[in-house]
């Protein structure tokens, strides 16, 4: 069974400061993805990474930074925390190889509150 | 880039009736195109999928129809019981690592 860990599960954050959700996974695939689910949005990629080393910018990539240290974790950083940021983030793992993209295996979701 | 857009956001059916959930795509590079269910309070897990060499596939109660053409894919769920009741979501890729989602349909099955 694919098994991908966020944490925190939730957290609540003061306007500008540090925010990092950190994920792991032990699938050992090597596409990685962060995404956030609003009401209205569905689900919108913020920064994903095809392997360790690698982080690229999805669709909302504004405000947010990604580390990808290794085949296992893939974090995302809020440097500077607006109240607009306020949402339930979801990582994911990929089966994908090369072209051809696979299943994505999800988290839990990390809900963040921004004060 | 690719646009995803998931036509219905509430779709209300009553218990064995059929469900018809619709999504269309912009980007004409899209092949693969799988369907995720979001169970209340819980993450996404994967349903079905297809991809663009082929214009339909069923899994049990599930068929996922592709139209390339008018880039419109659709998952149509028979036979619905109370446990189908969920968000579903459809996605799309271009074969390389990003894959793009829609706004989500929640279904709900009544008694």
């Known amino acids: 069974e694919a098994a991908v860990t966020q944490s925190p599960r939730n957290k609540v954050a003061v306007t500008g400061g540090k925010v990092t959700l950190s994920c792991n996974q032990t699938n050992n695939h090597n596409n990685m993805y962060w995404y956030r689910q609003d009401t209205g949005h569905g689900l919108r990629l913020i920064h994903y990474?095809?392997?360790?080393?690698?982080?690229e910018k999805g669709d909302i990539p504004d405000g947010y930074k990604a580390s990808r240290p290794s085949q296992e974790n893939f974090s995302l950083i809020l440097e500077l925390a607006t109240p607009s940021q306020t949402s339930v983030y979801f990582c994911?793992?990929?089966?994908?190889?090369?072209?051809?993209?696979?299943?994505?295996?999800f988290g839990e979701g990390s809900k963040l509150t921004v004060l | 880039g690719e646009k995803v857009e998931q036509h219905e956001s509430t779709l209300s059916v009553r218990e064995g009736d059929s469900a018809v959930i619709n999504c269309t795509y912009t980007?004409?590079?899209?092949?693969?195109f799988p369907w995720y269910k979001q169970e209340a309070g819980k993450s996404l897990h994967f349903v079905i999928d297809i991809r663009s060499n082929v214009d339909r596939k069923q899994s049990q109660r599930l068929t996922v129809l592709l139209d390339k053409k008018a880039k419109r894919f659709s998952l149509h769920i028979t036979a619905t019981q109370p446990e189908d009741s969920a968000i579903y979501f459809c996605a799309a890729s271009n074969g390389g690592y990003k894959v793009v989602f829609g706004s989500g349909t929640r279904l709900l099955v009544s008694p």
């Open positions: 980007d004409t590079a899209s092949s693969y």
């Open positions: 994911a793992s990929g089966d994908g190889l090369g072209a051809n993209t696979g299943q994505l295996y």
């Open positions: 990474s095809y392997g360790a080393g690698s982080t």
